[in-house]
């Protein structure tokens, strides 16, 4: 399945000359292209294991995968390697400015430099989700054994003091790790960013605030608002700020910038032969300095100042922080800026003790959970294989991981309602949120209190990581009214339509819930599982209609027929779910659950509706052989555009078999397609 979906995402990206890179995150892969014009996306966003495609700007592409990433990242690089071209090297460095952005593209993307800051933000952390999922989990189960009573605390015993150095070692040396991906995303060594970075985390950088040893050469302050100690130190002559580096993410993702413009600029003035060595021994040195003496005041300044601004904002507005954050996140995530968000959750932990963001986040977490499970409810209800498998996966992925990127791109960013809906239930439970944080407020370790849930740990918005809360029963509370509500009103009103049109305006028939007292059968049906042809003429297979998505089957099996006459009928009895403003397609659904579409001509859509004469709307109920429509076929012919009218079984995936006719002339109401369950 994977090599099959592998080399088909090859090919709808334009082949694998147009691949010039190749990186994944924890659901997505990314891909620099050479010309994102050549894109198909209609067809890759159909393919069987692609929950989303997000074009940007500077001919780079993602596509959404899920869990599967890593093997379908191998599987490419396998593909791309046997091809003999070099683009399963991994992105190191941003595209150059000024870059295009693929022509109709709505996604993010308009603006390169915007666009690959947030790259940069998301490839720091992307290698190292994985290590913080792990060390999160354990911290939860350390947690939920603290608050069950079994043990008194986690440094009670050698035993437990060495689990706590499982967890902690992933979050003191995390600017390590931040800066070694950072400077390997600009096109540095890796290990020379590293290498800075772990400077400011040695024994004998901590000792420069020892004014005992140093005498007048220190001097050491208390920071009444953040509760620490801050010193400075003279190193040659120079005041140094100095300050506790672990944990911070700020500092690495500035130094990493300011490395990669020093290399930069010293491979322009050192010769070839000897760039290995002195490249970076002068890097070290300068950047170095730099940062102890700079950046890292600077980037400690920049991360105390945010966490102040917004705990100050969580102290005295509660209620618009609990309520604002859970409906901001919604559009955060999917443009990828909630990395900074992310970033000032462990500045917190550092600096504060605690944190107070992860409790909205996790509301807005759960609700867009709770809309999947929605989804899921009525792909069960409605029979729907394909979404039922799309909405188990990104169930499992939510709850026990906290990650939200399958629901989104395999769900909520494809049909407009989810959205709607999961925000409400994103309020209601920031609602929850700050009414029992305000009568049950968290108190901090120093005796503070807080009014909201906090935490004194990163941890992922999963059913494993609630025991890392204060005040647990309170998040608990708020995360499942947020479940709760998105999920009932996903089910009580389903999930609509697609979210937008595909890239010919294609609409696409959807699952909706069927009605509860459904009219008699008409007594035209010529039978529950035949499928009539909408319109005299010749038969021919999907191959030969000239459209790629139709051939790839990506909208099901079935057939087309050239026309002999003008009108187009309903090929089954059932409800009208989709009917095109244009006049070219038609979304039928029969009362057994089987959906059928039909497609008038081909690029039909940019006659914007002339030639065509519509008969029904949707919502309407319709028998085998009524009337959809009148088609002026010399005017569709004359204007460049294919007559074939194709019918296929959207949800073919969920039947037993769909066996279409091939070949042949045929009359209005002869069977051209057999469905069998």
Known sequence: MAEGTASQIVAALGGASNIVGLTHCATRLRFQLVDAGRID??????????????????????????GTVDAMYDEITRLLGASGIRQAQTMRSAPAPGARTPAGTMDRGRIARLDSFFEYLADSFRPILGVLLGASIIIALVNLLISLGVIGGDEGSPSLMFVKAIWKGVFYFLPIMVAYNAAGKLKVDPWLGGAIMAMLMTPQFAALSDAGMWGDSVRCVRNATLGTTECVATVFGLPMQLADYSGNVFVPLMMAAALALVCRGLRKIIPDGVQLVFVPFLSMIVVGALTAFLIGPIGVWAGNGLGVALAWMNMHAPFVFAVALPLLYPFLVPLGLHWPLNALMLVNIQTL??????????????????????????????????????AVGALVAGLLGGVSEPSLYGIHLRYKLVYKRMLVGCGAGGVTLAALSWLFPSVTASGQTVHGVTSTAFAFSSLITIPVFDRMWVYGASIAVAFAVSMALIVMFGYGTTSAPVADDRPVPVPEPVPVASPAPDPRDASAHAIATPVAGRVIGLDATGDAVFASRALGEGMAVVPSESVVRAPVSG???????????????????????????????????????????????????DRLATVDFDEVSAAGCGTAVIVTVVNSAGLGRVVPLTGGNVAAGDTVIEVER
């Not at 966003?45 to 500077?58: A, F, M, N, R």
């Not at 959970?369 to 039922?388: I, K, N, Q, S």
């Not at 029969?590 to 509706?609: P, R, S, Y």
Request: include cysteine.
């Open 575 to 625: 409800t009208l779910k989709t009917v095109a403003r244009t006049g070219h397609t038609f979304g039928i659904k029969t009362d057994d659950g089987v959906e059928v579409l039909v497609h008038i001509g081909i690029d039909t859509v940019k006659l914007e509706g002339r030639g065509f004469d519509v008969a029904v709307a949707k919502g309407q109920r319709v028998g085998v052989g």
């Open 41 to 66: 996306r209609d067809r890759l966003e159909h393919l069987d294991g692609v929950l989303g495609v997000v074009p940007q700007s500077g001919d780079r592409c993602q596509v959404v995968i899920g």
């Open 353 to 390: 003790g605690y944190d107070f963001i992860q409790g909205p986040m996790g509301v807005w977490n759960f609700a867009c959970f709770g809309a999947t499970a929605g989804v899921l409810v009525l792909a069960v209800r409605d029979h729907d294989m394909e979404m039922r498998q799309t």
